[in-house]
């Protein structure tokens, strides 16, 4: 299959510009990118019309089957949020909630230009089983879960490794998830590092959401921060993610630089649940690989990254009373090529060679004109509802407000279903 994809003001994510131009997939593979029309036979030429192409972007951390708890719980502090109100109500999931869920949240996904995920949750079989069906690339985590004690983790660790041996890996890898370190004894902790260390596979946590976090963990590690205790675990000796990192001094950064570990932000959840404003300029400042997430939909409660983008952005700004600070294009990078970067995935970008993850943004609304800035448009005015196309693997998966493999109609019978027994079983 070869697609050309004329006529297009093409996002260059690393150095923020727009040109006008061509691509050209081949398959999977993003075969050319330049100003000239290429002479050759497609199977499908798209003509762009001057809107914006520009890789898909990467949610690098999300819990996509929480679409069925969305509002639960709502005006909550974190712990009364998370252990009152969405934990009971997770105990009660099925594995067939869970993959209704997942199957909703793709949905969410492809309209919004979102190709590929960090997912982290439970019941990975049925996790696994939606994301092959739609097409989507994700990282997806597996380990010691809030919702079931596990008896035998290193067995459960093994068992879970082995759901994806017969999955296609260019779109589906694996990582080693512990949810956080005030969730999870440190025996779990200590386990899980040993088994990302002898199978070689990256890791990710929670890290520093909130200031009683951070203080339960310096008091009960004889002063170590949580990125001191897990460094002295060997946690960061490979690929690894941390999301939130909302509490963290120079120190504890420095940590993360030293290893080259990613960071995800979360910004929407974060100020939501009144945990704070992450430190990206900080983050920034010490070359850390930053990345942009959404967690759950019950702390977002959207799927939306054009909103992330945003608040990454002005967030930033306001926090140190400088609005030079964190440029638009820095973010557009963060939610695309870095997330991509942390996951493991050869995408991110609109290049040669890459995978053919892509999105056409609509820039002929009033919102998007003038167009002499369009890269800052991109970041403070553009909406999900702006997403034209969404091709994940050289898949053309969401078009012109239409799902190519999807039965948007079932999985909203089903997703309501679910959330009326919940209502029945939970008062």
């Given at each position: 299959?070869?697609?050309?994809?004329?006529?297009?003001?093409i996002?260059?994510?690393?150095k923020?510009?727009?040109?006008?131009?061509?691509?050209?997939?081949?398959?999977?593979?993003?075969?050319?990118?330049?100003?000239?029309?290429?002479?050759?036979?497609?199977?499908?030429?798209?003509?762009?019309?001057?809107?914006?192409?520009?890789?898909g972007?990467?949610?690098?951390?999300?819990?996509?089957?929480?679409?069925?708890?969305?509002?639960v719980?709502?005006?909550?502090?974190l712990?009364?949020?998370?252990?009152?109100?969405i934990?009971?109500?997770?105990?009660?999931?099925?594995?067939?909630?869970?993959?209704?869920?997942?199957?909703?949240?793709?949905?969410?996904?492809?309209?919004?230009?979102?190709?590929?995920?960090?997912?982290?949750?439970?019941?990975?079989?049925?996790?696994?089983?939606?994301l092959?069906?739609?097409?989507?690339?994700?990282?997806?985590g597996?380990?010691?879960?809030?919702?079931k004690?596990?008896?035998?983790?290193?067995?459960?660790?093994?068992?879970?490794?082995?759901?994806?041996?017969?999955?296609?890996?260019?779109?589906?890898?694996?990582?080693?998830?512990?949810?956080?370190?005030?969730?999870?004894?440190?025996?779990d902790?200590?386990k899980?590092?040993?088994?990302?260390a002898?199978?070689?596979?990256?890791?990710?946590i929670?890290?520093?959401?909130t200031?009683?976090?951070?203080?339960?963990?310096?008091?009960?590690?004889?002063?170590?921060?949580?990125p001191?205790?897990?460094?002295?675990?060997?946690?960061?000796?490979?690929?690894?993610?941390?999301?939130?990192?909302?509490?963290?001094d120079?120190?504890?950064?420095?940590?993360?630089?030293d290893?080259?570990?990613?960071i995800?932000?979360?910004?929407s959840?974060?100020?939501?649940?009144?945990?704070?404003?992450?430190?990206?300029?900080?983050?920034?400042?010490?070359?850390?690989n930053?990345?942009i997430g959404?967690?759950?939909?019950?702390?977002?409660?959207?799927?939306?990254m054009?909103?992330?983008m945003?608040?990454?952005?002005t967030?930033?700004?306001?926090?140190?009373?400088?609005?030079?600070?964190?440029k638009?294009?820095?973010?557009?990078?963060?939610?695309?090529?870095?997330?991509?970067?942390?996951?493991g995935?050869?995408s991110g970008?609109?290049?040669?060679?890459?995978?053919?993850d892509?999105?056409?943004?609509?820039?002929?609304k009033?919102h998007?004109?003038?167009?002499?800035?369009?890269?800052?448009?991109?970041?403070y005015?553009?909406?999900?509802s702006?997403v034209?196309?969404?091709?994940?693997n050289?898949?053309?998966l969401y078009?012109?407000?239409k799902?190519i493999?999807?039965d948007?109609?079932?999985?909203?019978?089903?997703?309501?279903?679910?959330?009326?027994?919940?209502?029945?079983?939970?008062?």
């Open positions: 299959m070869k697609i050309l994809f004329k006529n297009a003001n996002l260059d994510v690393e923020g510009e727009l040109f006008l131009g061509n691509v050209v997939v081949s398959n999977d593979i993003i075969s050319y990118v330049g100003c000239a029309l290429p002479k050759e036979n497609f199977d499908e030429i798209i003509d762009c019309n001057q809107n914006i192409l520009m890789p972007f990467v949610d690098a951390h999300c819990h996509s089957p929480m679409t069925i708890l969305r509002g719980g709502d005006d909550t502090s712990s009364t949020w998370l252990y009152d109100n934990i009971p109500l997770e105990n009660k999931l099925t594995p067939q909630d869970i993959y209704w869920g997942e199957k909703l949240a793709v949905l969410e996904y492809l309209a919004n230009g979102i190709t590929t995920v960090e997912e982290c949750y439970f019941d990975n079989d049925q996790i696994i089983k939606a092959s069906q739609s097409g989507l690339r994700a990282r997806v597996f380990g010691p879960s809030t919702r004690e596990n008896k035998d983790l290193n067995k459960f660790l093994s068992q879970q490794l082995g759901l994806f041996t017969n999955v296609d890996n260019t779109l589906i890898k694996p990582c080693v998830y512990v949810h956080s370190i005030y969730s999870s004894t440190y025996d902790i200590e899980c590092v040993d088994f990302s002898k199978n070689n596979l990256p890791m990710s929670h890290l520093c959401e200031l009683e976090e951070v203080g339960n963990c310096t008091v009960q590690n004889g002063g170590l921060t949580p001191q205790y897990l460094e002295s675990l060997g946690f960061f000796d490979r690929n690894s993610l941390c999301y939130h990192c909302v509490h963290m120079k120190d504890d950064l420095q940590i993360l630089a290893y080259n570990a990613s995800c932000t979360c910004p959840s974060n100020i939501k649940l009144a945990s704070g404003i992450a430190p990206v300029y900080a983050m920034q400042n010490k070359s850390i930053i990345t959404t967690d759950g939909v019950a702390s977002n409660n959207s799927l939306d054009f909103k992330e945003f608040l990454v952005a967030l930033s700004k306001v926090s140190i009373c400088d609005a030079s600070v964190i638009a294009k820095d973010v557009l990078k963060m939610a695309t090529k870095n997330g991509a970067k942390a996951l995935f050869d970008e609109i290049a040669v060679g890459k995978k053919a892509i999105i056409l943004v609509d820039i002929h009033p998007m004109y003038p167009h002499d800035n369009l890269i800052s448009h991109l970041v005015s553009a909406k999900s702006d034209m196309l969404t091709m994940c050289g898949e053309i078009r012109d407000g799902y493999n999807e948007t109609q079932l999985i909203y019978k089903k997703v309501n279903e679910i959330r009326e027994r919940l209502k029945n079983e939970y008062k």
